[in-house]
Each structure stands twice: as structure tokens, then as C-alpha cells.
């Protein structure tokens, strides 16, 4: 499972949304529907609770891929804003047949000090001569899936890629199209492809030192009748954008 907290440092006064999602190959259940069943002051979930979401006591199972989310708006229970510091979110859920359960514990920072970068992804394409075949489904926030599609449906089954760099290109023309990424790479991702859209889906860490660092990513499509890279994405990580 991943527990998602995003953003991680806000603002005070903004919108923290807590996601769980099941990556898992079972069924998972909450007790109830909500995602969290407190949030606490302090170093953990100790102590009394400074909230209490108001949740509807029924069952909710996800099943794999599936994801739940509840928000805070960073009041106590009696609807009065909390001062900025460190809290904590309680997270419990169980197994398909309530044989065990699990209990984690996520921390927020509320500060002034906080300044939200918005997860973005733009598409860029050189002098146009590249396909505009790579988009974001999803763009890469901080703790979550960072989820990308790969339109090959103009090539024979064959390989797709994708790749990030830490630099973009001016379009450098190679054998392949107009090359719009440079500099380090930082990830490759290669999968089959059966001459239609592939997806590819990359994990962002939940850390905060990222927000509104900047990467830039293209795809190559492999098959008959050759290789074709893809425009590219220039990519902003960050938090969920509102």
C-alpha cells in the first residue's frame, strides 16, 4: 500500500489531501470511509486527537489499483484553525478477510515557510517534426504515480521507452526525429508494445527537497516501419494541483 500525503509541508490554510492507494494484488478494506480516523499534534499518532473526520461507518474495500482520498482543511473538531507545526495522520485498514490489520502514521508540516510548487507536466516538440505522441495522464506529485501514455499505434509491435533527463534540448535532429532531452538521465522505462498506446507509471517520493525541481521527458517507439522518438514533457515536481 501507499499512503500519500500531499502537500507535504502546507501552507497554512490550505487544502491537505491524504490518498491511499492499493498496489497490492488484494483486496484491502477501510472500516469505514474515511481515510484517516484522526489527526494528531506532535512527534505520532499519541495523545488525543486534535481532529476527528466525521465518517459514514460502512464498509469501503479497494480493490488493486484503486485508490481512496479524504481531505483536511486544517481545523480541530471544534472547526477552529490548528497553529502551524508537525502533524500526524492515522491510517488503518484491513486485510480481504479482517484477518489483519494495519496501522501507520503520516506526518504534515503547516508553516508559513511552505511554498507549494503545482506538479506539471508541459509538452514540447522542437520544430514539430516529432509525433506528439507522449502525454501525461497524471503528473509527477510528490508521494504518488507520475503516469504517462505512449501513442506507438503507427509502428508493428515492438519495444517503447521512456526516458527523463535532467536537461532539456533544443532539438538536436538524429536518425530517430529531433532528440528535445539531455544532460543526466535520471530513469528509463522500456515495455513491449502491441502497436497501440502503451502506459508507463513511475513512482515519486514523498520528499520534500524535490518540490519544483524540473526534469524533461521523451518516448521512443520501436517497430516497423523504424524507431520514432516522441515530443517531449518538461516536468515539474510538486504537489497536487488543485
Not at 514540447?124 to 516529432?130: A, K, M, T, V
Request: with cysteine; hydrophobic share 35%.
Amino acid at each position: 500500500m501507499t499512503v500519500a500525503v500531499s502537500p507535504s509541508c502546507a501552507a497554512p490554510g490550505q487544502m491537505v489531501e491524504v490518498i491511499l492507494r492499493n498496489n497490492s494484488d488484494q483486496v484491502i478494506k477501510l472500516y469505514d470511509d474515511c481515510v484517516f480516523t484522526g489527526v494528531f499534534a506532535g512527534s505520532s499518532c499519541t495523545g488525543t486527537a486534535v481532529y476527528g473526520p466525521s465518517c459514514a461507518f460502512s464498509e469501503t474495500p479497494l480493490e488493486p489499483g484503486q485508490s481512496h482520498v479524504r481531505s483536511w482543511v486544517q481545523t480541530d473538531d471544534q472547526g477552529n484553525p490548528v497553529p502551524p507545526g508537525q502533524y500526524w495522520f492515522e491510517i488503518t485498514y484491513t486485510d480481504e478477510n479482517y484477518e489483519q490489520d494495519v496501522h501507520c502514521c503520516v506526518p504534515v508540516t503547516i508553516s508559513s515557510s511552505c511554498i507549494p510548487s503545482v506538479a506539471s507536466a508541459v509538452p514540447r516538440n522542437g520544430s514539430g517534426s516529432n509525433p506528439s505522441t507522449l502525454a501525461s495522464v497524471y503528473p509527477p506529485e510528490l508521494g504518488w504515480y507520475w503516469d504517462t501514455s505512449l501513442d506507438c499505434s503507427a509502428h508493428a509491435p515492438g519495444l517503447a521507452h521512456l526516458f527523463v533527463y535532467n536537461s532539456p534540448a533544443s532539438g538536436v535532429p538524429g536518425p530517430y526525429g529531433e532528440l528535445l532531452v539531455g544532460g543526466v538521465r535520471i530513469l528509463r522505462m522500456t515495455q513491449p508494445h502491441a502497436g497501440a498506446v502503451v502506459s508507463f507509471s513511475a513512482a515519486v517520493p514523498l520528499d520534500v527537497a524535490l518540490c519544483g525541481v524540473s526534469a524533461y521527458s521523451q518516448g521512443l517507439c520501436g517497430g516497423a516501419p523504424g524507431r520514432r522518438l516522441s515530443n517531449a514533457l518538461d516536468l515539474v515536481l510538486g504537489t497536487h494541483p488543485q
